[in-house]
Structure formats: C-alpha cells, structure tokens
C-alpha cells in the first residue's frame, strides 16, 4: 500500500516501508547493485536500495514462476519472481492498464496518471481533445511518463499550453509569435513542431524578426527614421539571404542582433555628445571606437551603412578585420586532451566525441552539433564520418566511441520527433533539433577541453600538411580561408614549433 504522507513506499506482508519522511534513513548493501545506500524496500531478494526499487517498479520484467511481465521482487533458480508468486500481498498493478509499474494516485499507475492529466490538459469545455493537438496526445503517450508529469506539475509552458487551449483558436506560429519569447515560449513550440502540430520554420531567423520589430518599436523617433531602414533592410534582409543559401544558426542571428544594438548604442552615444547624423565628424566616429575598443567590429557595419548613404561622406570609417588566430595550445597539451577524449571514462561519452572531433578534424561546435547518425558508416576499410562532402576516415578507438554515442539513444526530450530522417547524432532538448552548441561547450569546459585554442591547433596543424583543396573539401571550410591558413601555417609554421614545444 503507499504511504499516506508523500505517496512512497509499500507494505510487505505484516511489515510497512514508508517514505524518508516517515521513515528514518538507513543504509544498507543493496542485493542488486551490491552498492551501500539508503533502503528503499525489504523484499524477498533481500534489501533493495532507492535507485534499484526505483527501477524494478518502472522496468516490469517476466516472472519466472508465471511468466508474467510483472514487477521482480524475489528471486528463484537464479530468475525473477513477481509477488504473488512469492506469496506477498505487494501489489504493483494498475487498476485501469491491469499492467504492474510504478503506482501513483488511486492504485493508478505513473502512465494511466500522465495520460489523464495530458488529456485533460487538451481538451475543451466538453471534455474532447481538441483535433489539431491530437497529434501531441499521441505524442506524449507514448513519452516517459515521469518526465511528463514534471511537465505537467511545474513547467511553464503547460501554463501557456493551457491559455492557448482556453481561448478556442487555432494554434499557430503566429499566435506563439504574440506573448513574451520566453523559455516556455520556446519550450511549447518546440513541443508541438515535433509533434507535427505546426511546420518547421528557421527558427533564428524567426526570432531575429521577432526582436528587431519588438527592438525598434520601443525606440524614440528621433533613432527609427534611422536605425529601422538599417535593421530591416541591411541586416535582417542580409538575414534572409543568408538563410536561403544555407544554414542560418542561432549564432548568426546573434551576431545580427548585437548590430542592431551597436547601432542604437551609437545613436544614444551621439546624442549624449549633442551632436547628430547631420553634424557627424570624424572626431565623433573615433570618440565611439576608442570609448568601446573590444566592441568596435560590430557598429563597424553601421558607419559604412551611413556613409554608402551620403552621412558620412570623407570621413574615415575603419575596415573589418578578419585575422587569422593567433592562440594555440602546445603540442603536447593538444596530444593529452586528445587522449583524455578517447579514454577517459570519466567525461561523459557526448563530450569525449566532440573533443576528439575539434581536436582531429577542427569542425566548430556549431556544425558538430548537427551531425546526423547517418554521416557516420563502416565498410571493409574502416569507419567514416562525413564532416561536409567527402568522408574522413576515423580513428578505431573514436569510432567505437560514436557507435556507443548512437547506441546510447541519449535523447534530452520527453517526446521523439516525428517524421523520417536520419536522427542527431547529439540530440537536443526540444524534439527534432541538435542540442544547443553552449551547453556541449560548458560541459567540455568543466573537463578541462577548450574549443577555440583547440580547434585554431588542428586548423594550423592541418593547414601545413593537406593541401589547400583538400582540407577545404574534408573540412568543409571555404577554399579562400583554406588558403589563408595555408599560407599562414607556412609563414609562422617556425614561430609556432617554437611556442608549441616551450
């Protein structure tokens, strides 16, 4: 039976097991995992801790005894008995599925429970789900039911979710485009794109338009006649452009964003100093750069926007610079980190391969990240990874990892995405999308992996062994920035042995 307090524990023959709250903690070696922790149950088999109790309720297997798929607590023969099988009064079957699992409310298990709640959530005044978020329905009956009803308990866009449905509309991008682009905005879309719900759309670059009308809106008339033309036609045009050649990321459209910031700044700057585009000088422009030296690329656009339209006519406007790095590792701690990707057990498998990937093959973590399972194969020669068009032989030990990496099926969602088409190979939070580059990226920072430092070594170590061509065909670099790095691994290739093994 469970515990009247917080819904835990059970009742084994004559004795009751209660929850933490009612019930001292005790650590005992659990007769599972052989591990000390603290007791979740008494069974049959023996003490059983938390964890384990945890998952024998919520993984049902079949009995030895009946052959039933029911919830092992005794064991005989070396196989799992279920409890009526070991003459116990324990129950663990759902009275609506009839199937054993993990009991909530109402002798009602974890499952029945999510899909009452999920149901009830879609459903108008008369009880029916509504037809266009039937698709999610089935979505999430077929999702973990525990992360579902955490879901459903605390998060955000559940709430929105519910709004959307009160107000008898469709659901659209439009209508998810009006309230805040907050987190459960995003969540709650995401949710419903993989659902099939709604299309798929460029979701940066829908974002960027979205904060450029909202940004402009909110400024004084005196910067709109100005700032509006520039935003909507200079840079969330270039946006568009961009975004119909080829892939247009959530870090492009930050970079655009931070424009249009550089540029109101710099308005707000001007007027500060009581002087405006008319009066622009020279002495204004340099004023500005020199006052925000580490931010001086991205109004750099701005200026030479104002001067190709006549504001700025004589004045010198700098040029953006586009340097190639100059912050390697030395040799032997690339070599080390390397090793540590490949063998250390103790980095989580995600991230041994994406390390290993940067410090091999120097792909960014913004195109690492969009790799799909099917980028990877075997033949009788070896293993391969397409990194852009041609396949790049890997490593044995890199690509037993990849296999355990896809093996894994380590998704971050409740819900699988559906349609066809090959799968991440390092799956994100929402359904259908890559995970986000900068939480990879703070994982390989807390081991100790940097990716820039990293990723400018194997560039430059590439660069002066491969011909230009080919590192830009393997790579998936362009030929132009494939040549720069050849000719700068050849002029600094004496200076960077230098650094590299002091």
Known sequence: MVCGKTRR????GGEAFHCATCWPRKTQTCAICDNDDVVGARWP?????RRCYKFRVNHPSPCHGCGQTRVLVGVEHGGGLCTTCCGLELNFTCRRCGSDGNLMVDHTCMKCVAAERVRNLLSDDTGTVIPQLQPLLDSLADANPGSVITWLRTGQSRKLLSQLVAEHREITHAALDEPPQRHATHNIRALLVGAGVLPTRNEPLAQLELWSERTLTQLPRSQQHLIRPFADWHVVRDARRRAARGPYRV??????????RAAIKSLTWLNAQRAGIENLSQEHIDGFLLSRPSKTHPVIAFFHWL?????????????????????FQDFEAHQQQLHRCLTDESIPLEARVAGALVRLYAPPLVLIVEFTTDRFHRDDTGAFLTIDRHPVLLPPTLARLIDRLIASDAIHTMIRPGGPGPAYLFPGRPPGRPR?????????AEHGLPIRTARNTAMITAAGELPPMVMSDLFGIDPGTAQKWAHYAQASRAEYLAHAHT
Request: proline share 8%; hydrophobic share 35%; charged share 15%.
């Open 9 to 12: 524990g059970a009742k084994v």
């Open 45 to 49: 088999l023996g003490t059983v801790c």
């Open 251 to 260: 870090g492009a459209a930050s970079a655009d964003r931070t424009q249009i």
């Open 307 to 327: 001067q190709a339209r006549g504001f700025a006519p004589g004045l010198d406007v700098p040029t953006q610079t586009s340097g190639l790095p100059n912050d």
């Open 436 to 444: 986000h580059p900068h939480s990879l990226r703070e994982i390989l």
